[in-house]
Nanobody, 120 residues
Framework: QVQLVESGGGLVHPGGSLRLSCAASGTNISINAMGWYRQAPGQQRELVAVITTTGSRNYADSVKGRFTISRDNSPYAVSLRMSSLKPEDTAVYYC??????????????WGKGTLVTVSS
């Protein structure tokens, strides 16, 4: 089974910065992309940023210019650098891996989430 382990969440003041990391292990699928989603209390989970195996990146409009997603290969991992944080960035952030198994089935794996709280 593919496992995703997130780290880096915590409490930060508005305008501050945090770096989230996600490491994947046990994968036996062809990876299409990895990314970060977030879910605030009582709200729907939303996409924050994704990066494909070719290095193409997409960001939610609300985080463009403030967040940067990167992919690492040794070990295989992604990170999310967050700056100029706002209270509305407060959420549980989830790492996501999308790919295809040996039968070409689309698969999504999720981490357990890491809490980011932006507050004065």
């Amino acid at each position: 089974q593919v496992q995703l382990v997130e780290s880096g969440g915590g409490l930060v003041h508005p305008g501050g910065s945090l770096r989230l990391s996600c490491a994947a292990s046990g994968t036996n699928i062809s990876i299409n992309a990895m990314g970060w989603y977030r879910q605030a209390p009582g709200q729907q989970r939303e996409l924050v940023a994704v990066i494909t195996t070719t290095g193409s990146r997409n960001y939610a409009d609300s985080v463009k210019g403030r967040f940067t997603i990167s992919r690492d290969n040794s070990p295989y991992a992604v990170s999310l650098r967050m700056s100029s944080l706002k209270p509305e960035d407060t959420a549980v952030y989830y790492c996501n891996l999308n790919g295809q198994d040996q039968y070409y089935h689309d698969m999504d794996y999720w981490g357990k989430g890491t809490l980011v709280t932006v507050s004065s």
